[in-house]
């Protein structure tokens, strides 16, 4: 489900602004970073350090150390703690045993987090101006808590945490949780995020119309949908949508 003949980059969704009504984001690799997933963030960090891991050990270990924090269902635990227990998970799948090195992944991580999120804060505010926000994301169970230390939750009428609703993207219904929550149908709400398997497949399958957030990183991925919109930067979204 695209945007009929809106381009790929820049234009104006003029043909969809009277419908739309809500805009939804992906939180990890969207709203604290220009369509990076954490993954693929804190790689450099962990090499950096000198690290020595090829990608596919270290994807390896993320992943392991991902599913357990799922697994705990972390709930009122800071985004500082998250990212702690997350880059201790990784150490331990990789047989290191460093807490220092740890915390300083763990501050890096979350200086760039936190500063891509004050920096997309106050086109979020534009947007809060005009439609109603939300975030879906593949989490830990405390989303609800991070929004909020973050600055994200007064601007947020929804947050649907996979870990919490038990479905995860691309899973249609996890979309779906957010849509009934703001009583919309899907064409009044469009998705914002950077995982094309995720972010983009699920919302096309629930029939959202989606906006794909690109890096650099991207390459030649190629989006879902033809006349999809894409983006480099949340700011983008200013002539897009407003």
């Not at 993954?39 to 993320?62: G, Q, S, T, W």
């Not at 106050?122 to 991070?146: C, K």
């Amino acid at each position: 489900m695209g945007f009929g003949a809106v381009p790929r980059q820049g234009g104006r969704l003029t043909a969809m602004n009277d419908s739309t009504k809500a805009v939804l984001f992906d939180y990890g690799g969207t709203l604290d970073a220009d369509g990076i997933p954490w993954k693929d963030r804190f790689y450099p960090l962990y090499l950096a350090e000198h690290i020595e891991v090829d990608r596919d050990r270290y994807d390896r270990a993320f992943y392991a150390a991902d599913d357990a924090l799922v697994a705990r269902r972390l709930s009122d635990c800071s985004l500082r703690e998250t990212l702690l227990l997350l880059a201790t998970g990784v150490l331990q799948a990789l047989n290191i045993q460093d807490p220092k090195l740890a915390l300083r992944l763990r501050d890096r991580f979350l200086q760039d987090s936190l500063d891509k999120i004050r920096s997309n804060l106050e086109t979020l505010r534009e947007l809060s101006a005009r439609f109603r926000l939300g975030i879906i994301s593949n989490f830990y169970g405390n989303l609800d808590h991070v929004c909020l230390e973050t600055g994200l939750a007064p601007l947020m009428s929804v947050l649907i945490d996979s870990a919490c609703v038990g479905f995860m993207k691309p899973d249609p219904r996890i979309f779906q949780a957010a849509l009934t929550q703001l009583r919309l149908d899907p064409q009044e709400a469009v998705f914002v995020g950077d995982s094309l398997p995720r972010d983009m497949k699920g919302a096309k399958g629930l029939g959202i119309p989606h906006i794909w957030l690109v890096s650099d990183r991207s390459g030649s991925l190629v989006s879902c949908c033809p006349d999809d919109l894409t983006i480099k930067s949340l700011s983008d979204l200013r002539e897009i949508l407003l």
